[in-house]
């Protein structure tokens, strides 16, 4: 009888064991991944930091630009485009500044400066002609489509599940939704275009397919435009700020500097 009490003894002691062991095992994956969350939201947060590290510097450096800008001596900066290389606290900065005057505005342009970019950026001519219409139609209020151009029923019977608003165009991406318009077209057209910008375009500060857009546009001659006096000005910072956070801001301004004011008219993040 002494003996069965000790087989059980020793069972009752060898299941103790392996609940004990079992236990350990369990604790040690519970610490692990407490560990584990605990590094993992350890790094989110540095990611997080260096992120706002970096856009706080991209935004100082939007304020750096402008006041060079602005500076009418040797402090001034032009809008060449010309980078700017600056350190604010232990992120560096680039900053640009380029005059947008060169740019092409989808919401004022004449038909024939967008048929003539639209033939010089691959188009065929029968092609350019209806998006270049369509694009008109885009701005234009009323239901009634123009000739080659596109309304509601236009879009509605290619399958769109949007039409023309009947208003400006919000940004250059928008240029993608007109009716006829391709992705690789839309690519290529985003570069050269900007809502912004008031006035007739500047060939001086064009590229080279705006020029000779112009130049189409005009039957074979340069147009000539006097400089205007409220400027369009977009600021480029791409800030770094460790070896992760990375920050772009790209804000357009208006600026007369006879008056010495200037006015935002975007705030955004990332290329555009």
């Given at each position: 009888m002494n003996e069965g009490l000790g087989e059980a003894a020793e069972r009752q002691q060898g299941f103790a064991l392996l609940i004990v062991l079992w236990t350990l095992v369990l604790l040690a994956f519970v610490v692990s991944g407490i560990a584990a969350s605990g590094h993992t939201e350890s790094a989110l947060a540095a990611n997080l930091r260096g992120q706002a590290v970096a856009e706080a510097a991209a935004d100082g450096a939007v304020a750096v630009a402008l006041f060079?800008?602005?500076?009418?001596?040797?402090?001034?900066?032009?809008?060449?485009?010309?980078?700017?290389?600056?350190?604010?606290?232990?992120?560096?900065?680039?900053?640009?500044?380029?005059?947008?005057?060169?740019?092409?505005n989808p919401n004022t342009a004449p038909k024939t400066l967008l048929v003539a970019l639209l033939r010089r950026l691959g188009s065929d001519p029968g092609v350019a002609a209806h998006i270049a219409a369509a694009m008109v139609d885009w701005r234009s209020p009323g239901p009634v489509p123009s000739p080659d151009g596109a309304k509601l029923p236009q879009y509605r019977a290619a399958g769109s599940a949007w039409g023309a608003p009947g208003g400006p165009l919000r940004s250059r991406r928008?240029?993608?939704?007109?009716?006829?318009?391709?992705?690789?077209?839309?690519?290529?057209?985003?570069?050269?275009?900007?809502?912004?910008?008031?006035?007739?375009?500047?060939?001086?500060?064009?590229?080279?397919?705006?020029?000779?857009?112009?130049?189409?546009?005009?039957?074979?001659?340069?147009?000539?435009?006097?400089?205007?006096?409220?400027?369009?000005?977009?600021?480029?910072?791409?800030?770094?700020?460790?070896?992760?956070?990375?920050?772009?801001?790209?804000?357009?301004?208006?600026?007369?500097?006879?008056?010495?004011?200037?006015?935002?008219?975007?705030w955004q993040e990332g290329p555009g």
């Open positions: 060079h800008t602005l500076e009418a001596g040797r402090e001034h900066w032009p809008a060449d485009g010309a980078a700017h290389g600056l350190t604010i606290g232990t992120t560096r900065v680039a900053v640009r500044i380029t005059d947008e005057a060169g740019l092409v928008e240029i993608a939704l007109v009716l006829g318009m391709t992705p690789v077209l839309a690519a290529r057209l985003e570069p050269y275009l900007s809502v912004y910008t008031a006035g007739e375009v500047d060939p001086a500060l064009a590229a080279p397919p705006v020029r000779a857009a112009l130049a189409d546009a005009n039957g074979g001659v340069m147009p000539g435009v006097a400089p205007a006096e409220v400027k369009t000005i977009l600021v480029t910072a791409e800030a770094e700020s460790g070896a992760r956070a990375r920050f772009t801001r790209r804000a357009v301004f208006s600026i007369n500097p006879a008056a010495n004011s200037l006015h935002t008219l975007a």
